[in-house]
C-alpha cells in the first residue's frame, strides 16, 4: 500500500516552469497536487481541496508567501513549506513566525523537498499511515485500538476518539470546548460535564490513579504528557 496515497499537496509559486515541475513531481510519487500562480488563488483553493501540505514561494505578486501563509493557518489545518530565491536569515524568522513549518532556498533538491514533506506529514498528521507511536501508547486507526505499552485498552468508540485526539495533541492543554467540539462535534447540545466523565473512565483504564497520564489543569481543561 502507497502511504501517501490521500496526501494533498497545494503548490505556489508564480513561475510556471518551477509550478510544473513540482506538479509533475509530486504526482509522480503519489501525491494528490493542486497549484496555484499567486497566493489568493490559493487560498480560495484551500477551502475545497484541504491540502495537507502546502509549498508556498515567498516572492509572488499581489499576496506574497508571506501573508498567504498567516491566512492559510488561520482557516486549514495544513503544514507549510516556504520557498524562496534568497538565502535571508531574516526572511526565515518572518516565515516561522507566521507559522511556517519548514523553509527551502532556490534552488534546491526535489529528494530533499520530498524528506522535508514526509517529515511535516509524520509530524502534522501521524495517522496517515493507519498507525502512529506515542511514547508508551500506540494507535491503530485501522482496527480502531489503542494499546498502552503493549496491551490493546477496552474503549468505547467514544472513549477511543478522545484518548486518541488527546494522545495526537500531546503536550497541549485542551479545554472541555474544544474537546466537545473535535470529539461529539459542533451540534452537541449535552452538558459539557460529560467530558469529565469519560476522562474519568480513560484513567481508569490506563491505570492512572495518579492523574500522572492525563493532568487536570483547573480552569483549562485537560492534558496528556508524553515522553
Not at 491503530?140 to 484518548?163: A, N
Not at 470529539?183 to 480513560?202: K, M, P, Q
Request: aromatic share 8%; proline share 4%.
Amino acid at each position: 500500500m502507497n502511504p501517501l496515497k490521500g496526501i494533498r499537496i497545494l503548490a505556489v509559486d508564480d513561475e510556471p516552469n518551477i509550478l510544473q515541475f513540482l506538479e509533475l513531481g509530486l504526482i509522480n510519487e503519489g501525491f494528490e497536487v493542486q497549484t496555484a500562480p499567486d497566493g489568493m488563488t490559493a487560498i480560495n483553493l484551500a477551502k475545497s481541496f484541504k491540502p495537507h501540505v502546502a509549498i508556498l514561494d515567498v516572492m509572488m505578486p499581489g499576496m506574497d508567501g508571506f501573508e498567504a501563509c498567516k491566512l492559510l493557518k488561520k482557516t486549514e489545518n495544513v503544514a507549510v513549506i516556504m520557498l524562496t530565491a534568497k538565502d535571508e536569515v531574516d526572511d526565515r524568522v518572518k516565515g516561522l513566525l507566521l507559522g511556517a513549518d519548514d523553509y527551502m532556498v532556490k534552488p534546491f533538491s526535489f529528494e530533499e523537498l520530498l524528506a522535508r514533506i514526509h517529515a511535516r506529514v509524520r509530524n502534522q498528521f501521524p495517522l496517515m499511515s493507519g498507525q502512529a507511536v506515542f511514547g508508551p501508547i500506540s494507535i491503530d486507526d485501522r482496527r480502531k485500538e489503542i494499546s498502552l505499552s503493549g496491551r490493546v485498552l477496552e474503549l468505547s468508540p467514544t472513549e477511543y476518539e478522545l484518548l486518541k485526539y488527546m494522545v495526537i495533541n500531546h503536550g497541549i492543554v485542551l479545554s472541555k470546548a474544544l474537546i466537545l467540539d473535535k470529539v461529539w462535534g459542533y451540534d452537541f447540545g449535552g452538558d459539557e460535564n460529560i467530558v469529565e466523565v469519560y476522562i474519568r473512565s480513560l484513567r481508569e483504564k490506563l491505570g492512572d490513579k495518579e492523574h500522572q497520564l492525563i493532568r487536570t489543569l483547573r480552569g483549562a481543561g485537560y492534558r496528556i504528557d508524553l515522553p
